[in-house]
């Protein structure tokens, strides 16, 4: 299986930030680019799949505005397969980013396009 690799590293508050950002537009884009249309049960298992993965190296912040990573002492990678690669970038794209954030998004954007595809076992 055909993988990206989103290592975060949560030493220093780029990574942490990061992780935060990246979970944070998943979720909100999320809303914004589906609307009012059904998803379908391929998009929700997408969804689910990398809520999972985010989830195993981090806690959801209660208000929704990201996700705290479970230690500052290492880093956490989260291996998404093709799909849900691209549907976690569309989501992030989607989102209505304030006006604020608009360098460190755009990093990110630049972080998320360098990120090779790699052959995984599973």
Same mark, same amino acid.
Request: glycine share 10%; hydrophobic share 40%; no cysteine.
């Given at each position: ?23 944070? %537009?998943?979720?909100?884009? #999320?809303n914004?680019?589906? %609307?009012?249309?059904?998803k379908?049960?391929?998009? $929700?298992?997408?969804?689910? #799949? ?7 190296? %981090?806690? &959801? ?5 990201? $996700? ?5 002492? &290492? ?6 397969d093709?799909?849900?690669? &691209?549907?976690l ?13 608009? $360098?460190? $998004? ?8 360098t ?6 076992? #599973?």
């Amino acid at each position: 299986m055909k993988v990206r690799k989103l290592a975060f590293d949560s030493t220093t508050e780029d990574g942490r930030q990061r992780a935060s950002l990246i979970y944070q %537009g998943f979720l909100v884009g #999320g809303n914004v680019a589906n %609307g009012q249309r059904s998803k379908g049960a391929d998009v $929700i298992r997408r969804e689910a #799949g990398i809520m999972r993965k985010f989830r195993k190296i %981090g806690s &959801e912040l209660s208000d929704g505005s990201g $996700i705290l990573l479970k230690n500052e002492s &290492e880093t956490f990678t989260v291996a998404l397969d093709v799909p849900q690669f &691209e549907l976690l970038v569309k989501y992030f794209e989607s989102t209505p980013w304030a006006t604020r954030l608009a $360098i460190e $998004i755009e990093d990110i954007l630049d972080w998320l396009a360098t990120l090779p595809i790699e052959e995984s076992d #599973g």
